[in-house]
């Protein structure tokens, strides 16, 4: 380490750098969690149901709103793999908070298979059978079942019988209407998803084995493959869309999602009923159609990444988008609070880069005060006898450099101001840039008091002729009086009316070997104080840096107190 570089400067520039890059993956991943529409589903009544983040929005037979389900409401934190309608119209979803550690995310991102139990681990967590309606829920099967992790169900309405796909343990499962588990296969499969039973076989999104897998439904034979269905295309693997994740039965074709690696963007590919390849459904770029339904003689199609249901007829063709006033009300939240974690993450990357700078920054007013270092001329004296006279002014060279420097830091922070300006001129709600106007300001304002206290040490100078001190201070007024009523302190100078300021390492104001070795030898009769009593003197004689000492008190006054009536409200 370069031992010029202090070991407490090295530790906040990582702290800083660590909260920039926590702040800003946060503000990603929150913004990234509050997704548009995904599973769509449709009740043993003809009601369609889109679900999105925790809400599942309700549709009449025509697609008309009826009403949205809040399912934290019945014990939902955080939605977890899909849903299914029982005969009576109950429906079976996950209940619970995340239960998913770090270690869980990167085997599931290394297409690692799922180690852990699948008995809930509280007893208001797991796999539920829930009254929308009335909110009351019972747990499926005893001691319960919880997948903590992605998982497909279907429900087969004339006998209640729950099929699902243990997708991050690669099984099928099968349970009877209490949930009490009645089968299970081999790791046949390989991350399955949806689940669909049709014409008496159990239809499989083989994610990624890249197929649709029609399996065997019966109880004795569970699972047990009887076709393979290649439903990735040529024309699919040229845009790398090569995983099945969802499928529907429309008239006489199937509609496959085939995603992209990283299950996002997914195309529709459309085959016929003997599962030939027909075509593509076109889409608007960047769709990211998610679950796919029948209705009608159309399909709806959730697209996470635009906020829309889109909707089609059975030949493909599109036709307007869903109008949903319950969905829009979500999505108009969701779009705020997505714009406003986005804000955040930029606020993340915005301190990374302010980090840097000013590291850069520093280097060059660490280099800047090698250069300027050396007395001057003027400031070595007219000798270095004890009573020759010594006048002594700022290292002018030192001080052009901690001007540029400043001005540069200013320069750096006007971006600042261009994006707070861009949400407001850009944005529909530009109050979503109120929350940045106060550290805006407030860094602006830090600002302008170093600008002010830089260009405020322009003019200054310091002499002693015999047993007389002289100061010019910042506003150019000069004040004299015998050495023995002089104060000093390691950074500053007085006089009992007037001050000049020294200036601190790594950017003195005046060169430190012309204080050391000229000036402060001449000083055994002044009074030496202690930094606090120096900030007291500047403080009365009212100096650039006593007056910015008070602000900073002041405003560190003011943050606290709002600190403590935002905890105590």
């Known amino acids: 380490m370069n031992s010029e570089v202090h070991p407490a400067v090295v530790a906040l520039v990582l702290f800083l750098t660590a909260v920039a890059i926590g702040v800003w993956m946060w503000g990603s991943g929150a913004a990234t969690s509050l997704g548009g529409p995904a599973e769509l589903r449709t009740g043993p009544d003809g009601h369609q149901y889109v679900q999105i983040q925790n809400y599942l929005v309700e549709h009449d037979e025509r697609g008309h ?9 019945i014990g939902v934190e955080l939605f977890l793999g899909t ?25 599931a991102f290394q297409r690692k298979t799922n180690r852990n139990p699948i008995v809930p681990e509280t007893a208001d967590s797991g796999l539920f059978r829930c009254d929308l309606d009335a909110q009351q829920c019972e747990r499926f099967g005893s001691p319960g079942v919880d997948f903590k992790a992605a998982h497909g169900i279907f429900i087969d309405q004339s006998t209640d019988d729950v099929y699902i796909s243990d997708t991050t343990r690669h099984l099928l499962r099968k349970y009877a209407q209490d949930g009490e588990e009645i ?16 014409e008496g076989r159990l239809y499989v999104a083989d994610t990624n084995h890249h197929a649709v897998q029609v399996v065997e439904s019966n109880t004795d034979s569970y699972g047990d493959i009887i076709v393979d269905l290649d439903v990735v295309p040529t024309e699919a693997r040229l845009v790398d869309q090569r995983w099945p994740s969802h499928f529907v039965r429309v008239g006489r074709t199937w509609w496959v999602n085939n995603m992209k690696t990283g299950m996002n963007l997914g195309g529709l590919y459309v085959f016929n009923n003997d599962w030939h390849y027909v075509k593509r459904i076109a889409l608007p770029d960047e769709a990211d159609p998610i679950s796919m339904i029948a209705v009608d003689d159309g399909v709806w199609v959730s697209d996470w990444n635009n906020d829309v249901v889109r909707r089609f007829t059975a030949s493909g063709e599109p036709l307007p988008d869903l109008e949903s006033a319950g969905l829009e009300e979500i999505l108009a939240r969701s779009r705020a609070e997505r714009r406003q974690y986005t804000l955040y993450s930029y606020g993340g990357v915005a301190l990374v880069v302010f980090v840097l700078l000013a590291l850069l920054v520093r280097a060059y007013a660490v280099s800047m005060n090698k250069d300027g270092s050396a007395p001057t001329t003027e400031q070595r004296g007219a000798a270095t006898a004890e009573s020759a006279d010594l006048y002594l002014e700022p290292d002018q060279k030192a001080q052009r450099k901690m001007r540029a420097a400043t001005i540069l830091v200013g320069v ?21 840039g109120i929350p940045f106007i106060l550290p805006v300001v407030c860094l602006f304002l830090a600002y302008a008091a170093i ?55 790594p950017a003195p104001v005046y060169a430190r070997e012309a204080i050391d070795e000229q000036l402060i030898p001449r000083l055994a009769s002044a009074q030496h104080v202690n930094p606090f009593t120096m900030t007291r003197i500047l403080i009365e004689i009212q100096h650039p840096q006593g007056i910015v000492t008070v602000l900073a008190l002041v405003a560190a006054a003011i943050l606290g107190i709002v600190a403590l009536l935002e905890k105590v409200g």
């Not at 709103?65 to 409401?73: A, F, I, M, P, S």
């Not at 750096?412 to 979503?432: K, M, R, S, T, W």
């Open 412 to 432: 750096l922070l006007l971006p600042l101001v261009a994006l707070l300006g861009y949400v407001f001129a850009a944005y529909d709600n530009p109050q979503l």
């Open 65 to 73: 709103y009826v009403k949205t389900h809040d399912l934290g409401e």
């Open 183 to 198: 089968a299970a296969t081999g790791e046949a499969f390989k991350f399955p998803n949806q689940l669909l039973l049709y």
């Open 83 to 107: 849903y299914a309608f029982f005969s009576n119209g109950d429906v079976l979803l996950r209940r619970g908070p995340d239960p998913r550690s770090f270690a869980d995310n990167l085997r």
């Open 451 to 505: 600008f002010w206290i830089v260009n405020a040490n322009r003019g200054t100078a310091i002499r002693i002729s015999g047993d007389t001190l002289t100061l010019r201070d910042h506003a150019g007024r000069e004040s004299s009086c015998p050495l023995r009523d002089v104060r000093y302190s390691v950074s500053a100078i007085a006089t009992r009316d007037t001050a000049v300021f020294l200036g601190r390492e």
